[in-house]
């Protein structure tokens, strides 16, 4: 095993300096369905994500990934367990961005602030600083349809901020974009991640995109969806994902990823 990849059982836990977990799931189970004929989508998942933790959620397409997170945004009910953010409600973006393309990028931003109790006299100024720590300056009379994908998700990411949150959700939010755009966009959400402390909790299917953004990965395996394990990335940031460093935890995960597959009999 490489010096920078720990398993679960040799880390030592990420805690708060006061103890509280930004979000804390205990014996999560979600099922779909009738009662009766209710299938398992999620069993048991326990886990903690620290104040200004970066976490990852790994796992094959249907493994219950936006399932989980839906139920963190407080979008569905746990069938059993329990679900604690205690701070304000958290922020969740997209692989689509969502942005309405009837208002201007900055509108889109000052409707969030508006939503998030922002005084309206604050709203202008606010959505230009959010703009700029996205590096979308000027943006502000920009429609969505004039935007490129990547800065459509930018504006999104400045939207998500705009609600205030130290948790941040990100479900496969840069899924969609080239390569390049991808790539840039990890040293941004790296950057503003560290610079606003927040927590992160990133749903990705993939592998590179997990340890190149995270501080520990959680693999989640499927039908139903568990925690299969963990690894803590002690990699410094910023990394690069093509950087060998990445590649071979990549290659390592990638192995257990196979393994759950074909238990499952996906794919
Ligand atoms: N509202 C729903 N009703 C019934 N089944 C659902 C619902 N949402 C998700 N599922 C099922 O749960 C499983 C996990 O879906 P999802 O969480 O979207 O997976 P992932 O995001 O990992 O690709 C899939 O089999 C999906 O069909
Ligand atoms: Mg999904």
Redo the contacts with the bound molecule.
Sequence with gaps: MSPALTTSEDAPRVEATDGAPAVRLSHVHKS??RPGAA?A?LDDISLDVAPGEFVTLL??????????LNLVAGLDKPTAGTIEVPGARPALMFQEHALFPWLTAGKNIELALRLAGVPRAERRAEAERLLELVRLGGAFGKRVHELSGGMRQRVALARSLAQGSNVLLM?EPFAALDAITRDVLHDEITRIWAERKLAVLF?T?NVREAVRLAQRVVL?SSRP?RVAREWRIDLPQPRRIESAGVADLSIEITEELRGEIRRHGQH
């Design positions: 779909f369905g299938t989508v796992g094959a397409s249907g493994c219950g990934k936006s399932t989980l479900d749903v299917h989640l969806g």
